[in-house]
Structures are given as C-alpha cells and as structure tokens.
C-alpha cells in the first residue's frame, strides 16, 4: 500500500475520531484511551493488517521490541519500546506496515523524541512508513488542528 492511500485511510479514521468520539478530545482523556479509539476505527479499514496498540513483540520467537537509539552522549543504547499504534502482520517483521505516535496538543513535551523514534523502528524493524500525529485535544479540540508528520522507511512501497 502506498503512503497516499495510507493518507486517506488515516484521514478518513481521524475524522470519524473527531466526529464519533469528539467529547474524549475536548475533555483531554489520556493519550492511551485516545489511540485505542483510533486503533478501533482503522482496524476495519487495514483488513490485511492487525492494528494494535503498544505492542512491544517481534518476531518468531516473541522477543521485546527493542531498537537502538542515541543517549544524551549521542552513544547508541538499546531501547524498549511501545509504539503507540502499529499495522503489522503479527509473529514476524515481514510485513510492518504502519508505526504511529501520537502526542496531544496539550502535551508541551516536543516532538523530536516520537521523530527520532519513529525513524529508528523504520529502519531497524523495517516499517514501510512512520506517522507522528499531533492531535488537537482540549475544549477547542477540532480536526483541522491535526498535524501530521510521515516517515518513510527503507520498506516502503515494497509491499
């Protein structure tokens, strides 16, 4: 599947968000309640997929999802990690279709961490594509708010 038929899928899924479930975004709920919202309502929409939420396994033998990232020395360390949203085939890295985390716009911690997150888990667990998503959350919650970021890993367009 290419980037822009994603694209719409993720439009299509954030919209619905906004439309269906609204009242969870203006009162600010947490981020987890957030992405198993919108893991429910692309789940459909990605038949060829599973659509989890902070999956931390990967292949044959169930080992942790762990990629390695720059410390504050700029040194490579293992990391542990829980995407908050991932479209896969489970038991395998073959098919890692889709890696996204979410920040709600309340949220003042910046986005370089999630990027560079999401570069590393395209690169080493081979995600044809990263999706970081900025939602608009609070009392003026609103989808046109929504900032999107997309990354593309070394896999993309292969499947």
């Excluded at 968000?17 to 987890?32: C, F, H």
């Excluded at 709600?104 to 990263?130: F, I, P």
Aim: aromatic share 6%; hydrophobic share 35%; with cysteine.
């Amino acid at each position: 599947m290419d980037r822009y038929k994603l694209d719409e899928i993720i439009s299509l899924c954030l919209q619905d968000l906004y439309n269906q479930d609204g009242q969870i975004l203006a009162q600010d709920v947490g981020e987890r309640a957030i992405c198993g919202r919108l893991a429910m309502l692309m789940d459909p929409r990605l038949p060829l997929y599973s659509v989890d939420i902070e999956y931390n396994r990967k292949g044959p033998g169930l080992e942790p999802k762990d990629i390695e990232m720059p410390d504050e020395n700029g040194d490579l360390t293992a990391h542990r990690v829980f995407p908050d949203i991932i479209v896969h085939e489970r038991g395998h890295n073959l098919r890692n279709l889709l890696v996204v985390e979410v920040k709600k716009s309340t949220n003042a911690v910046a986005d370089e961490h999630d990027l560079a997150k999401l570069h590393a888990l395209c690169g080493q667990l081979r995600y044809q594509y990263g999706l970081f998503l900025r939602l608009s959350t609070g009392p003026n919650s609103d989808l046109a708010g929504v900032q999107r970021q997309w990354v593309e890993g070394p896999a993309a367009g292969e499947f």
